[in-house]
């Protein structure tokens, strides 16, 4: 930024200057008289004078690289600038302070163009490499849901259902003799409970 860091103090006009420099004066030269009157420093009171005198031009002349008047550095100042309309202070810091708010935002805007792109490129790789895991798991399951549907062997089936009808076969040649086995224990139960009695 070419605005300076540490901002100058404003004034409007050199005659607001000179009145400052009018003031400042008086309050030292009251000061100064307080202060002689109440010792005995009475004939040095003019040497004195002087020489605060000299240092308050050496203070203002120090101050005026941090003046600003009517919005123009001091050192920068010319007559034709005296005869120009007055600087609205705070609507140039508002200035500044928007100008400012623009940049960090241009930077702000800047880092996400750099960095942003490059986040949302891994997060694809990644939504990618997610993916193609996922597709080879469903692969496999696939592989081995057909492995467990394969059809046995006719031969076996064969095998199987002949064993299964010769159980059915047996199991009807002996129902009659169940049968008869349930009704003789559901008589011996009748007559135990008979004697029981």
């Known amino acids: 930024m070419d605005r300076e860091d540490m901002p100058r103090i404003g004034v409007d006009t050199f005659d607001d200057l000179e ?11 009251a000061l100064l008289d307080e202060k002689l009157s109440s010792s005995s420093l009475g004939g ?35 007559k034709e ?9 705070a609507l140039d810091r508002q200035i500044w302070a928007n100008h400012d708010e623009k940049l960090i935002w241009d930077k702000t805007l800047a880092d996400s163009r750099r960095v942003k792109p490059v986040q949302i490129q891994k997060l694809v790789e990644d939504l990618l490499v997610r993916q193609r895991v996922e597709e080879e798991i469903l692969d496999q399951d696939e592989e081995d849901m057909e492995a467990d549907l394969t059809l046995p062997d006719v031969g076996e089936m064969e095998k199987a259902h002949r064993e299964t009808l010769a159980y059915f076969g047996d199991f009807q040649k002996k129902v009659p003799e169940l049968l008869e086995k349930v009704s003789n224990i559901t008589r011996v139960e009748e007559d135990m409970q008979r004697l029981e009695q």
């Not at 040095?44 to 550095?73: Q, S, Y």
């Not at 600038?81 to 202070?89: I, S």
Request: glycine share 6%.
């Open 19 to 29: 009145r400052i420099k009018a003031g400042f004066t008086r309050q030292m030269l």
């Open 44 to 78: 040095e009171g003019e040497a004195i004078r002087a020489h605060l005198m000299a240092w308050r031009d050496r203070t203002f002349e120090i101050a005026k690289p941090n003046l600003r008047v009517n919005g123009i550095n001091y050192e920068d100042h010319t």
């Open 81 to 89: 600038a005296d005869e120009t309309e007055p600087f609205d202070e």
